[in-house]
């Protein structure tokens, strides 16, 4: 029996300059009311008539005041009461079951259960961070994650052999998942995302005795399946909320969302317009009568809150965040030692498959309202008009700039990728598959003196995992896929630019190879073992 009580007391986040700024916001913030909107500054509160102007209608659909609550000095306190229980009988002297299971707990990351600041303004930090997955005030209270564990074992023993099988299951509440604050300095928060379940089941075969002559080996095999499922959030919505708004601000520019009304409805394929239109049209309202690209497109599906998917230790959604699972399918090594004497020969073989990877938000597209024309140009052969347009063709230099955007519209959208024709599922592709060899060879020079030499990824190389435009490269002996600019991740422009142009090789598709996950060089080590 374990029990473990988990106490923070949080720092004073109080004072007169921080109830003067969260009166400030309280009176002066408004947003879209669901899951996954950002608070904005009700801009009326500006045109010299005061603070607490009616929050304002955009895009069609009434926004709401905010109400961000501070409690200073806060302490919160978590309790796990943790059973467990092990067992094993002996069948025979040659076949043994086990079996356990267990209640388990590890206690959340302080940082996560408040943010603080040295400036004051603490109130528009938290707003513009936490509001969208739910936190409407200053402490967060992420839970401990529990979870039971359940295993079954079957040894079993022949001669100089034995195996054993070990089928396992592993149930998680309150898994806490990471989204950034600030890719570029690898600030994360988090929060209880869902739950998640992991199965699978593990063997393992020997034969023969490593410290005896002759040929021995040992293959182990594991297998795991691992699934997360979003549970809402304090807000009604999911850490997925925000990645559907973006899929329906997409499909709001497409004819399909013509005669829908603006909507903020988690299910709406039809979302709030950021055109500048109460409705998508062929020219979103241009003044400069530029053809939008995405009219005919046909609308993309929504994620599904109530999935399942694969476990991301950083939730991908976004041009900041992680795009590779940590689940490992299928992992193998097999191990033969042969032993003559003094001299053993030990080669070794490692077997990976690859993880699943995939973001639904690689692609940004122009925002055709806040463009002009290509000078001289039609649509007419145009690959970025892939589904045809009326009006004229935008030119992606001038897009956003002041004179063409007086209106301060968004200038980028999410767009899907370009060579699936969707918003990418949560690891909707496979890695390669990584194959190593290595061996270790051993002599004793005398009884005190024995010397080993490793020799580490004599083999390494990585095949299979999907096949996709970004995997086959010419010179592609790629073992995983990340994001452009994989260490500070860069925007991908599915058409953010002109017929013509070319991209930089970086960001010439919504994924990259990994160059810090090729595989490894080849290593020699050679070491001497003395008994005094």
């Excluded at 067992?87 to 079996?99: A, E, H, I, K, S």
């Excluded at 401990?144 to 079957?154: G, I």
């Excluded at 002599?443 to 024995?450: E, F, K």
Aim: charged letters at 10%; aromatic letters at 12%.
């Amino acid at each position: 029996m374990r029990f473990d009580s988990f106490r923070y007391k949080l720092s004073n986040t109080g004072g007169a300059a921080r109830n003067f700024w969260f009166n400030s916001l309280n009176s002066s913030w408004c947003v879209l009311p669901g899951a996954g909107n950002t608070p904005f500054y009700n801009n009326a509160n500006d045109a010299g008539l005061g603070t607490n102007q009616p929050c304002p209608i955009q895009s069609g659909v009434q926004t709401v005041p905010v109400h961000l609550t501070n409690l200073p000095n806060d302490t919160v306190t978590y309790n796990v009461f943790q059973p467990r229980i092990g067992g094993t009988y002996t069948l025979n002297p040659n076949n043994v079951v086990r079996f356990s299971y267990g209640k388990y707990t590890q206690a959340p990351n302080t940082a996560y259960q408040q943010y603080n600041l040295l400036q004051q303004d603490l109130a528009s930090y938290d707003a513009t961070n936490f509001w969208p997955v739910g936190f409407t005030t200053t402490t967060h209270q992420i839970r401990p994650p529990t979870s039971n564990n359940y295993d079954l074992s079957w040894e079993h023993q022949s001669g100089d052999a034995s195996f054993k099988v070990t089928p396992f299951l592993r149930q998680t509440k309150d898994q806490i998942q990471n989204f950034f604050l600030n890719q570029k300095t690898n600030f994360v928060s988090g929060l209880n995302a869902g739950n998640q379940t992991s199965d699978g089941v593990e063997f393992e075969l020997t034969k023969g005795d490593f410290n005896h002559n002759g040929l021995s080996g040992l293959l182990s095999l594991t297998y795991t399946h691992s699934l997360i499922k979003y549970s809402a959030l304090q807000n009604g919505g999911s850490v997925l909320s925000t990645v559907n708004i973006a899929i329906q601000q997409y499909n709001s520019y497409t004819s399909a969302c013509k005669s829908a009304a603006p909507s903020n409805s988690p299910t709406a394929l039809c979302g709030t317009f950021g055109n500048g239109n109460a409705v998508p049209t062929e020219t979103t309202g241009n003044a400069n009568g530029v053809a939008n690209p995405y009219y005919n497109a046909p609308v993309r599906p929504l994620l599904d809150l109530n999935g399942s998917y694969a476990p991301f230790n950083t939730l991908p959604g976004g041009v900041e965040a992680s795009d590779a699972s940590y689940e490992t399918p299928v992992t193998a090594t097999f191990v033969l030692n042969y032993k003559v004497n003094k001299l053993s020969i030990s080669p070794q073989f490692q077997y990976f498959e690859g993880v699943p990877y995939g973001d639904p938000l690689t692609g940004w597209g122009v925002n055709p309202a806040t463009c002009s024309a290509l000078a001289g140009a039609t649509l007419a052969g145009d690959p970025r008009y892939k589904f045809g347009g009326t009006g004229l063709p935008f030119d992606a230099l001038n897009c956003g700039s002041a004179a063409n955007n007086p209106n301060g519209l968004a200038t980028k959208i999410p767009t899907p990728d370009p060579f699936t024709g969707n918003f990418d599922n949560l690891g909707a592709f496979k890695s390669p598959n990584e194959f190593m060899m290595h061996m270790q060879i051993g002599y004793d020079v005398s009884p005190r003196v024995a010397l080993t030499l490793n020799l580490v990824n004599i083999v390494s190389s990585c095949s299979g995992g999907s096949s996709e435009p970004w995997t086959r490269l010419a010179n592609n002996k790629a073992c995983s896929y990340t994001l452009p600019g994989y260490n500070a991740p860069l925007p991908f422009g599915s058409n953010f630019y002109n017929p013509g142009a070319s991209f930089q090789p970086m960001v010439q598709y919504p994924y990259q190879e990994n160059p810090i996950s090729n595989a490894p060089p080849f290593n020699a080590f050679l070491g001497v073992k003395i008994k005094l």
